[in-house]
């Protein structure tokens, strides 16, 4: 596989999610200071609609960049299929998170505040020790090289995800 098909991939999975954005819809609020400001359409509707689009989006991603022989590729997608139910779970803990910060940002007392950022920490915490967990799990039916790319692939998409969502999700004031 070459560098640039990753590159490409990846570019392209950006401007999908970011066009995937719109599930994000953007509408105006005066706050009590007399401002007005963005709020992100956080309905439970478009977020679902934008999860399921970046979970399709980062199945053909993975799909399109690992070279996997038919064999591995037998063994590999009920592996994957596992993992992204798992993150999937974390993930909702996340985006009760982001819902809660989105519903009460405006007005979030210190404690508040401090509770919204441990939970971010935790999240992020459980992503990366299922990573580890499925390193060896992955490993069992694909190489090491196509284990690592596998979740230098899922970091990026990962990535990619976060800062689009953090573009819509304002600052605590």
């Known amino acids: 596989m070459k560098k640039t098909s990753v590159i490409a991939a990846l570019f392209l999975a950006g401007v999908c ?22 709020v992100p359409d956080t309905s439970d509707q478009n977020i679902e609609l934008f999860r399921k689009d970046v979970r399709s989006l980062r199945k053909q ?28 779970k974390i993930a909702d803990k996340k985006y009760a998170l982001l819902q809660e910060y989105a519903q009460n940002y405006t ?13 971010r920490a935790e999240v992020e915490q459980s992503i990366m020790l299922l990573r580890q967990k499925y ?8 190489s090491g090289k196509t284990t690592a790319l596998f979740f230098q692939l899922d970091w990026r998409l990962s990535l990619i995800v976060d800062l689009q969502l953090a573009s819509h999700i304002p600052l605590i004031e």
């Open 17 to 38: 999610w970011i066009g995937a954005g719109s599930a994000f819809a953007q509408s105006r609020v005066r706050q009590s200071s007399g401002a007005v400001g963005i």
């Open 61 to 88: 991603m993975i799909a399109s960049n690992l070279d996997l022989t038919e064999a591995e590729a037998e063994k590999f997608w009920p592996i994957f299929s596992q993992y992204t139910a798992e993150l999937a």
């Open 107 to 119: 007005t979030l007392t210190d404690e508040q505040a401090e509770s919204y950022i441990k939970g």
């Open 135 to 142: 390193v060896p799990i992955f490993r069992q039916v694909v």
